[in-house]
């Protein structure tokens, strides 16, 4: 979701006369948009504001100015703590308040100092910002829903995000078709809790997330469809019949389930017991059978035994993820988990955290070897780094090279750039460590075509 507000908020500048840049040291203004998650992403940013603040103290011995936003949930979490910490910043703005972003960065030009706004204004951010977005490519991210009320003990993003909100479904549906026009071919629908989502739709009725799925399934040039983060207590039998019936919505899910222990899952406020969850992926998988899962799991949460991190592990082993994550448990301020006093031991977390990940590699491992030598459609994004190479991904959200200085087909123009944005059905050669190397399979049909032609 940061990458979907941080391409917001160059949005927003652009009427200033701003333009993205990609280095600092040619910028009039550098945001730099944050996460408070867990300790070592808050952390870095100040190991980053220290070589920005040598930057700007350059720009201004050289009779310059330079202009330093923090954004994001670190400026909503810290605040004034931030401005006290780091007096050269200029500009603190909240994740729900960065649509007066242009604003705050006026009043810095006219000289005020210090400006911070972490509010949670009432009147929706998405009303100024939505409609001005640009070209972001292929695979566009799109907002749906934001904020959580769920309040997992561990977790933050209640209280930076704020309380659950959904967007009304025809400004979403709205973005999405200029998005599409845009050339956009992938939405990820994106929300902290996106099946929480219940947004009000065009006749006033209240819409869930598979409703929306299935209309954004209908706009042109829309080919594939994708939400993250889901909870399972949130996947409703809808939802479940959209992986059923939208063939535009990927067999491939983010569920996280964070613990296979039932009273770590308790004690994290989860909502549900592993058995639940493991229930819930049998229903998923039966509507859809080709269905892969992605999780996100914590060890070394407050009280967790050696038994409760077994049952981690059983669970991983029942379900089989194409790809996971896990993190060592970080105590947030402020959160309930923060103030418990039975902490795992760093070295414990250390070696649960490699036992685990290496469980989740051997899985992701065997999942992508399964799929070599099929044939799979690629949604091809980009060029890759080496001349004539593109890259696109498979269903599954699996990165694939292909060579196209291999295919002198009809269907590519010289460079084979015009595969940009198209689905080519690609057979998967090779495996490299979390990528493929393809050939795309109407290259080659249409090769032995005009081969078979010139022997005849
Ligand atoms: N410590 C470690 N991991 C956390 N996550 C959220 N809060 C914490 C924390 N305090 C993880 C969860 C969540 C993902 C986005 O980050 O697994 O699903
Ligand atoms: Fe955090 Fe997700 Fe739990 Fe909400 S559901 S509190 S975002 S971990």
């Known amino acids: 979701m940061n990458v979907y507000d941080s391409a917001r908020m160059a949005d927003s500048l652009s009427p200033l006369g701003f333009e993205e840049t990609l280095a600092p040291e040619g910028a009039d203004l550098v945001i730099i948009n944050t996460c408070h998650i867990r300790e070592r992403a808050a952390e870095k940013l100040y190991s980053e504001l220290g070589r920005l603040r040598l930057l700007k103290q350059e720009r201004q011995a050289a009779g310059g100015k330079l202009t330093l936003a923090v954004a994001g949930c670190v400026a909503q979490a810290e605040g004034a703590e931030l401005l006290a910490r780091a007096p050269f910043v200029d ?7 960065y649509h007066r972003l242009a604003e705050l960065v006026t009043r810095s030009d006219d000289g005020a100092r210090g400006l911070m706004d972490t509010e949670f204004p009432v009147e929706p951010k998405f009303d100024s910002l939505a409609p001005q977005r640009h070209a972001e490519g292929v695979t566009a991210f799109l907002t749906v829903q934001e904020g959580c009320d769920k309040f997992c003990t561990f977790c933050v993003v209640p209280y930076t995000r704020g309380a659950e909100y959904s967007r009304p479904a025809a400004d979403i549906i709205a973005e999405a078709r200029h998005l599409a026009s845009l050339g956009a071919v992938e939405l990820t629908l994106l929300g902290q809790n996106v099946n929480a989502y219940h947004g009000v739709g065009p006749e006033g009725a209240d819409w869930g997330l598979a409703r929306l799925i299935e209309e954004l399934a209908d706009v042109p040039g829309l080919a594939r469809i994708r939400y993250t983060t889901s909870h399972p207590h949130d996947v409703d039998d809808a939802l479940i019949a959209a992986h059923r019936d939208v063939p535009e919505l990927m067999p491939f899910l983010h569920l996280p389930v964070q613990s296979g222990s039932d009273s770590i899952l308790a004690a994290m406020n989860r909502k549900h017991t592993a058995d639940e969850y493991r229930r819930l992926i049998g229903r998923l998988r039966d509507a859809r059978p080709d269905l892969a899962l992605s999780s996100d799991f914590i060890v070394g949460f407050p009280g967790e035994t050696a038994a409760d991190f077994e049952a981690t592990l059983r669970l991983v082993r029942d379900i089989g993820f194409a790809q996971a994550f896990a993190f060592k448990y970080s105590p947030r301020p402020g959160t309930p988990a923060a103030d418990r006093d039975d902490g795992v031991p760093e070295a414990e977390k250390d070696a649960r955290l490699a036992a685990l990940l290496d469980l989740l590699r051997e899985q992701q491992d065997s999942f992508n070897d399964a799929m070599l030598g099929q044939i799979v459609p690629v949604l091809f994004e980009k060029p890759g780094r080496h001349p004539n190479q593109l890259v696109g991904r498979t269903p599954y959200l699996q990165p694939v090279h292909i060579d196209t200085s291999l295919m002198r087909t009809g269907l590519l123009d ?43």
């Open 91 to 97: 500009i603190v703005v909240g994740p729900q308040s």
């Open 414 to 456: 010289k460079t084979g750039m015009d595969l940009i944005g198209r689905i080519a059905e690609t057979r998967l050669d090779e495996r490299n460590a979390y990528s493929f190397s393809g050939t795309l399979i109407n290259g080659v049909e249409q090769m032995t075509e005009t081969m078979m032609r010139i022997s005849a």
